[in-house]
């Protein structure tokens, strides 16, 4: 997370003020934050591959079964300052994690698979688990809330957009009760698109949130 925090800096060194939009997206001072995003990028994209060629699948899986629940769990591995340059750079540790542990299953089991091998299966299915006790208030995050958020919410844009075979995978009632965590971190869109992706079998669930929308 050094790596992040370097980037980072540009946003957050000197006197921090308010985001402002222009045409040319949101600044923090004169540096563009989709340029700080793209940055966090690249470094998640090195960082997968060296996980990936130096230890494989196998290394993978304990990554996201093992080392990644103990980092969100440790405040000292993920902590950052307050304010709102602390927010921020959480924010982007959050982001960089999510590409991070994405491109690190992608590498092992691929994406458009019609039928995914069965450790990638379960390696989705365990850490989707891990997520949603986390949203249902069921596992305690220690981590900064930001960092929390944004992991959750960009790792599981990416499989909408770029893995849609994973979610289709997933086991029914989990994907039901993930959808409801995400929902309330106001994720609504996500949500409802993490289960039309579900299917046939989680259909009742996004009419039933459909129907709420419409109510609102």
Request: net charge positive; proline share 3%; charged share 20%.
């Amino acid at each position: 997370m050094l790596s992040v925090r370097d980037i980072a800096s540009d946003l957050t060194k000197g006197v921090i003020r308010k985001p402002k939009k222009t045409k040319f997206g949101i600044k923090y001072g004169q540096v563009s934050l989709a340029r700080s995003m793209a940055r966090v990028e690249h470094a998640a994209l090195l960082g997968a591959s060296l996980v990936w060629i130096s230890g494989g699948p196998k290394f993978v899986q304990y990554l996201i079964s093992e080392t990644l629940p103990s980092w969100f769990l440790s405040a000292s591995m993920l902590e950052d300052g307050g304010g709102e340059s602390g927010v921020m750079v959480a924010m982007l540790k959050g982001y960089a994690l999510a590409f991070f542990v994405f491109l690190s299953i992608e590498f092992s089991w691929g994406i458009d698979n019609s039928h995914p091998p069965k450790r990638l299966a379960k390696v989705i299915g365990l850490h989707m688990e891990f997520l949603e006790s986390a949203l249902n208030r069921t596992t305690s995050m220690r981590c900064h809330s930001a960092t929390w958020e944004a992991y959750v919410s960009w790792f599981v844009s990416l499989m909408v957009s770029r893995a849609p075979s994973w979610i289709q995978e997933a086991d029914e009632d989990l994907l039901k009760r993930l959808s409801r965590g995400l929902r309330c971190m106001d994720e609504h869109e996500l949500a409802l698109r993490l289960l039309e992706i579900g299917g046939i079998r989680v259909m009742g669930a996004a009419a039933e949130m459909i129907i709420e929308f419409k109510r609102i």
